[in-house]
C-alpha cells in the first residue's frame, strides 16, 4: 500500500462544474496535510492546507480532512479551463528519523470549456 | 523575498558523466528536499535535510547519488557515473518546518537533467 494515494485521473469536468479530488493516506498519527497544483513543465505550488477535521474554504477551493478515515479532500468549485493541471496531495509522516512530508502521484484534471 | 532557486536550469550530459545540481533555500528554513519527478510522473523523494540532524537519505535511489547541505544552506545534489534513466526534473524545496504543524514547502524552479 502506498503511503499516500490519488486517483491518477484524468478527471474530466466541464467548465463551471464542481472537480472533487480525493487522497487516502495510510500515517493515521499524520496531522497535516497538504494541495499543490502543477501546471505542465512547472514546479508544485501550495494551493491550501489543513490540519483539523471538517472543511477548509479558500475561494473556490474547499478542503475536507477526516482523520478517522484517513482521507483528504479538495473540491474544485466552478471549475475554470486554467483549473487544468495535476493537483498533489501531500501528508507528512510520522517517522522515526523525522517527520517527512510524503507526496500523491497525482491527480491529473481536465476542465473543459 | 527571494524564492527557492536552482541551477542549472538544464543541463545536458553524456553517460557515464558526473553531474551536480545546486539548490539555494529560502533563507531561514531548517528543512531542505530533493526530488526527482519523471516524465508525466509523481514527485519522487531522494533526500531530506532538517537543520543539524543527519539527512535522511531513504530515498536515493543507488549510491551514485549523493547530497550534502553546506552551513545549513545551499545543498548540492550529484550523481555520479550518470545513467539514461537519471533523465528527469531534479525539484528542490525548503521549508520553515516547525515541529508537528508544517510551514508551506516552497519549491524551486527545477533542473532538467538529459542523459544522452
Known amino acids: 500500500q502506498k503511503e499516500v494515494e490519488q486517483n491518477s485521473g484524468p478527471l474530466s469536468v466541464p467548465e463551471g462544474a464542481i472537480a472533487s479530488l480525493n487522497c487516502t493516506y495510510s500515517?493515521?498519527?499524520?496531522?497535516?496535510f497538504f494541495w499543490y497544483r502543477q501546471y505542465s513543465g512547472k514546479s508544485p505550488e501550495l494551493i491550501m492546507s489543513?490540519?483539523?477535521?471538517g472543511d477548509k474554504e479558500d475561494g473556490r477551493f474547499t478542503a475536507q480532512l477526516n482523520k478517522a478515515s484517513q482521507y483528504v479532500s479538495l473540491l474544485i468549485r466552478d471549475s475554470q479551463p486554467s483549473d487544468s493541471a495535476t493537483y498533489l496531495c501531500?501528508?507528512?509522516?510520522?517517522?522515526?528519523?523525522?517527520?517527512?512530508?510524503?507526496f500523491g502521484g497525482g491527480t491529473r484534471v481536465l476542465v473543459k470549456p | 523575498g527571494a524564492g527557492v532557486s536552482q541551477s542549472p536550469s538544464n543541463k545536458v550530459t553524456e553517460k557515464g558523466k558526473d553531474v551536480e545540481l545546486r539548490c539555494d533555500p529560502i533563507?531561514?528554513?531548517?528543512?531542505l528536499y530533493w526530488y526527482r519527478q519523471s516524465l508525466g510522473q509523481g514527485l519522487e523523494f531522494l533526500i531530506y535535510f532538517q537543520g543539524n540532524s543527519a539527512p535522511d537519505k531513504s530515498g536515493l535511489p543507488s549510491d551514485r547519488f549523493s547530497a550534502e547541505r553546506t552551513g545549513g544552506s545551499v545543498s548540492t545534489l550529484t550523481i555520479q557515473r550518470t545513467q539514461q534513466e537519471d533523465s528527469a526534473v531534479y525539484l528542490c524545496a525548503s521549508s520553515l518546518a516547525r515541529g508537528q504543524m508544517w510551514e508551506t514547502q516552497y519549491f524551486g524552479p527545477g533542473t532538467r537533467l538529459l542523459v544522452l
Open positions: 533563507s531561514g528554513h531548517t528543512a
Open positions: 489543513i490540519y483539523s477535521n
Open positions: 500515517d493515521r498519527g499524520s496531522q497535516s
Open positions: 501531500a501528508v507528512v509522516m510520522i517517522k522515526a528519523a523525522g517527520n517527512k512530508l510524503t
